[in-house]
């Protein structure tokens, strides 16, 4: 096993010391920096997980990075590596789920999304054609911006704290939706481009 599939799979091994930090309650201490209060909200449990998420999100990009200037790519890499982005960024928005911090129908709709491409995935893996479906530039797109999205939620939208509530909360806001939208556009570009094996009869 080369090194860009072992960096995808300590991606993997994190996951699970995500999850079982957000069930500690004594880390769901409030920071406040006073006068300023530019903590006010970020818990030491998600400050923890934010440096694990951020550590994840290395490995995919060095794994990458190796993976293409050394002519590393193959299949396990193709299949597991967006495999490993889905069920980390999944794991850390269900744990904001939980905070409050996302609402639901977002995190429905990019569940349904991975289903869906997962689906389609073993689809075309199951029929006789060789077709290996590799992440394309958007699911990249895709992927950066859910990263960008966890990172911003779980520092409680440190960065805008200083220019008001109201800010912070429209940019969170928006920043959900377009996150959405281009998972949800991403998806429907992975059925168009692999219809003719979903559609196809025998």
Known sequence: MNLPNKLTIIRVLLIPIIIVISLFESLQTNFVIAPSGMLQGLTMGNLIILGIFLLASLTDFLDGYIARKYQMITTFGKFMDPLADKILVLAAMIVLLEQGRIPGWAVVLILAREFIVTGIRLIVVSSNTSKVIAAGVLGKIKTNLQIFMVVFLLSNGIPFSSFGDSIGYWF???????????????????????????????
Do not use: P, R
């Open 172 to 202: 969170n806001q928006t920043l959900i939706i377009v996150a959405v939208l281009v998972t949800v556009v991403s998806g429907a570009q992975y059925f168009i481009q692999n219809k003719d094996v979903i559609m196809e009869s025998k």
